[in-house]
């Protein structure tokens, strides 16, 4: 349903301009809290198991399609929408979005408006009376601004999150840096074969190793 510009019409593409980013904001949003839990996730586990080649393998190969998928569906194909919005979503799919969301103000009356306009373009004739009872219309619904529908704030428990992972990166960044890179090297390197360390230490107290051959020796050795 195209094919002519009226205030009505740029009303509901402010609409599907604002729907569209909001969906680009949240898509981000949910994107960068799901990618860091399961970076976190794997970390963890990996910083106090020292896995195997294999499950390391999995958890990085596992990471990356979920990071493409993320890209893709949640923050790629939303963008697209954004950019190309006429395209993304027809005026009467917006119209009867909009009339859900003004049940009392607008309900189906967009719609309705739409579709006369529309059919009176499509007419050799102009009928003044269906043009001016149009116009009529238009006017009583473009004193609601149908973007006010859409609020950005909705977001603002994700971003709240994300601002909580990301103090929480920079607090293990600044005093537990092995912790976050350690972990994330050896799954990197899953071809590698990683020994895990001894809970305790072993130091040798003896000052000299040297000894005659065929006499004893006692080797001194402290456990912390």
Do not use: C
């Not at 390391?56 to 950019?83: D, E, K, N, Q, T």
């Not at 006369?116 to 004739?125: A, C, E, H, V």
């Not at 390197?189 to 005659?212: D, G, M, Q």
């Amino acid at each position: 349903m195209t094919g002519f510009d009226t205030d009505i019409v740029y009303n509901i593409e402010r609409f599907i301009r604002k729907y569209f980013k909001n969906k680009l904001i949240n898509g981000l949003l949910w994107s960068f809290l799901l990618i860091s839990v399961v970076f976190m996730l794997f970390n963890f586990i990996e910083y106090f198991a020292f896995l195997p080649g294999t499950v390391r393998l999995l958890m990085f190969y596992a990471f990356l399609i979920l990071l493409a998928y993320l890209l893709v569906f949640h923050v790629g194909i939303p963008s697209y929408r954004l950019l190309l919005y006429r395209k993304s979503m027809p005026l009467n799919e917006a119209a009867r979005l909009i009339g859900r969301l003004f049940p009392a103000e607008v309900n189906d009356k967009l719609l309705n408006t739409l579709q006369l306009r529309f059919d009176l373009n499509k007419q050799t004739s102009e009928s003044d009376l269906l043009m001016a009872a149009i116009q009529q219309k238009e006017v009583r619904l473009n004193r609601i601004s149908f973007a006010t529908a859409i609020h950005f704030f909705q977001n603002r428990r994700f971003v709240w999150a994300a601002v909580g992972i990301s103090l929480f990166f920079v607090f293990f960044s600044i005093f537990f840096p092995d912790a976050l890179v350690q972990p994330s090297q050896r799954i990197l390197a899953y071809n590698t074969v990683f020994v895990k360390p001894l809970p305790f230490e072993v130091k040798i107290r003896n000052t000299s190793l040297e000894l005659l051959q065929h006499d004893d020796f006692l080797l001194e050795i402290e456990v912390t």
